[in-house]
């Protein structure tokens, strides 16, 4: 399974900035070139200089922000017995679900729904699994889109934020949070 990343160059400077509480102005002054400097930056255009730069204004280690400046690094691909990834595309971004499972018994659960029910039907069919729960982390479209089908076509039990509802479906009647979650899976 490879996982891709979520956050990109211009995501981690975003986050560390409203971490350390700077203006882009502030932020720019700090590493000693001008905020248009600091949005060129952010669109992929600068110098391995100005990266250190910015990392070092907002305290973050320069050779990984430029690994993830010129979009280099990649984790490795992870096999885990009982656990799989789906990607999938909504408009442009990457939408991530996870079906894991025990790989005895055969029983599994959904971690988010995703945008695209048959595949994780033919992942399901392929692997003889049933899927028995469906946690939702939180309900923006890219993570429910296919869970009105999903809920209905495997009856499975679905958790979520007991807060936040989801179209077309009861409200939660459980939290996340409130649910224990076991795992008997080894890395090797």
């Known amino acids: 399974m490879k996982i891709p990343l979520e956050d990109l160059f211009e995501d981690i400077i975003g986050k560390a900035q409203r971490g350390v509480k700077l203006s882009d102005d502030e932020v720019a002054a700090k590493a000693g070139f001008t905020s248009s400097a600091l949005n060129r930056l952010r669109t992929g255009?600068?110098?391995?200089a100005e990266v250190d730069a910015l990392a070092g204004a907002l305290g973050l280690k320069p050779e990984p922000l430029w690994?993830?400046?010129?979009?280099?690094?990649?984790?490795?691909?992870?096999?885990?017995?009982?656990?799989?990834?789906?990607?999938?595309?909504?408009?442009?971004?990457?939408?991530?679900?996870?079906?894991?499972?025990?790989?005895?018994?055969?029983?599994?659960?959904?971690f988010d729904a995703g945008?695209?029910?048959?595949?994780?039907?033919?992942?399901?069919?392929?692997?003889?699994?049933k899927i028995e729960s469906i946690f939702i982390?939180?309900?923006?479209?890219?993570?429910?889109?296919?869970l009105k089908e999903l809920?209905?076509?495997?009856?499975?039990?679905?958790?979520?934020?007991?807060?936040?509802?989801v179209s077309g479906l009861p409200r939660f009647k459980r939290a996340i949070a409130s649910r224990s979650v076991s795992s008997r899976l080894r890395l090797s």
Do not use: C
């Open 45 to 48: 255009s600068g110098t391995r």
């Open 67 to 110: 690994e993830s400046f010129q979009r280099s690094w990649e984790p490795e691909a992870v096999g885990v017995d009982g656990l799989e990834q789906v990607n999938t595309d909504m408009l442009g971004f990457t939408v991530n679900t996870y079906l894991v499972w025990d790989p005895s018994s055969r029983s599994s659960a959904l």
């Open 115 to 129: 945008i695209d029910p048959e595949t994780l039907f033919a992942i399901r069919d392929r692997r003889n699994l």
């Open 137 to 146: 982390t939180h309900t923006h479209e890219d993570h429910v889109a296919a």
């Open 151 to 165: 809920a209905e076509k495997t009856s499975a039990r679905v958790f979520g934020p007991s807060r936040e509802s």
